[in-house]
């Protein structure tokens, strides 16, 4: 077979895609070239092969449990971002009271800074990672597209 | 060609236009009808490039998830699938990069392909026709086993394909021609014996 065009064709042809002005190209060089016909019928066995295997439909059951799966995945995620965002609060006003309030001795204070900024260290080092490998996440670009 | 394993609860473009609109208004129950309706096909295609049931069926749930966070993104009126598809195939790339060792697509680590089945109407040799088909896809590129599965085991439209696989039609044509020929030869001895 010569044109490469129609090899790519045949695949249309095969799977009843092509417009009519292709399909008559296609069936034209089907009736004059044996290559090209051998090879369509080499891949219409292929398909005939494969045909039959579609996706399995689920039953009801197995579909209700992968929904509770999703659900409770969505679910937790919102779990998550309040516990997240109400330990943040606490903490702030915690962290606040601690250092204004007059009774802790300033070493006691002292010691309860360091382990603010340490937290804070911390919690920056994992945001700055996040920041490095989400601009490089497929997703996340496939997602603001 | 199209819909093929698409459980029939979410049943027209109409009612699954007006469940998305739901959704995008924070309706999880219609989310529920969405998630039944693909549910079969996502874990399909994430055991397709996973090659792994039990992962597939966890990645696919959680790209399920990301897109209920996304939905509000969705274009009403476009096709669902396409836009999943993309979703559930970046999840099933992030999940492969995560553990990259045992998730390796090499055609060297593939299994070899089973022997053809003696009567291939039957429900057992159908199972091992089914065998020997996915020994053979599993030693083609991801690139290839991809756009064979949209269009053997999902039967979707070159248009869904395009769309799915964000090409145009004519690379789908060229795309599943060289498919075709590299399972073609994966699979000649399944092949000669149905001759």
């Given amino acids: ?145 | 060609m199209g819909g093929a394993g698409r459980n029939p609860i979410v049943p027209g473009p109409e009612e699954e236009t007006r469940a998305i609109a739901a959704c995008q208004r924070g309706d999880r129950d219609a989310y529920g009808l969405i998630v039944k309706a693909y549910a079969a096909r996502a874990v399909d295609v994430a055991r397709s490039i996973l090659r792994d049931a039990a992962l597939a069926e966890d990645v696919a749930q959680e790209a399920f998830v990301r897109a209920f966070r996304a939905i509000r993104r969705f274009k009403l009126g476009e096709p669902f699938y396409p836009w999943l598809y993309r979703i559930l195939k970046n999840c099933c790339l992030s999940a492969l990069k995560r553990r990259p060792a045992e998730a390796s697509l090499d055609s060297e680590d593939a299994p070899p392909v089973p022997a053809a089945p003696s009567d291939p109407s039957a429900p057992a040799a159908r199972k091992e026709l089914r065998a020997a088909i996915d020994a053979a896809m599993a030693t083609l590129s991801e690139t290839h086993r991809e756009i064979l599965h949209l269009a053997h085991f999902e039967e979707l439209a070159y248009k869904e394909i395009a769309a799915c696989l964000r090409i145009p039609i004519g690379t789908v044509m060229s795309r599943l021609w060289a498919a075709r020929q590299a399972l073609k030869k994966a699979l000649a001895p399944v092949v000669e014996h149905h001759e």
């Fill in chain 1, 1 to 145: 077979m010569s044109d490469p065009d129609l090899r790519v064709l045949l695949m249309g042809y095969l799977d009843g895609e092509l417009e009519a002005a292709d399909r008559t190209r296609v069936e034209r060089a089907l009736a004059s070239d044996p290559d090209l016909k051998r090879e369509y019928e080499e891949m219409r066995k292929l398909k005939e092969l494969t045909a039959g295997f579609a996706v399995d439909e689920r039953s009801d059951a197995e579909l209700e449990m992968f929904w509770t799966g999703v659900y409770n995945r969505m679910e937790r995620h919102t779990a998550w971002m309040l516990l997240l965002f109400g330990f943040t609060g606490v903490v702030a006003a915690g962290a606040y009271l601690f250092f204004t309030h007059p009774w802790p001795h300033w070493s006691v204070k002292l010691a309860g800074a360091c382990g603010l900024v340490g937290t804070l260290l911390l919690l920056w080092s994992v945001w700055r990672e996040r920041c490095r490998v989400l601009p490089h996440d497929r997703y996340h670009r496939e997602v603001h597209r």
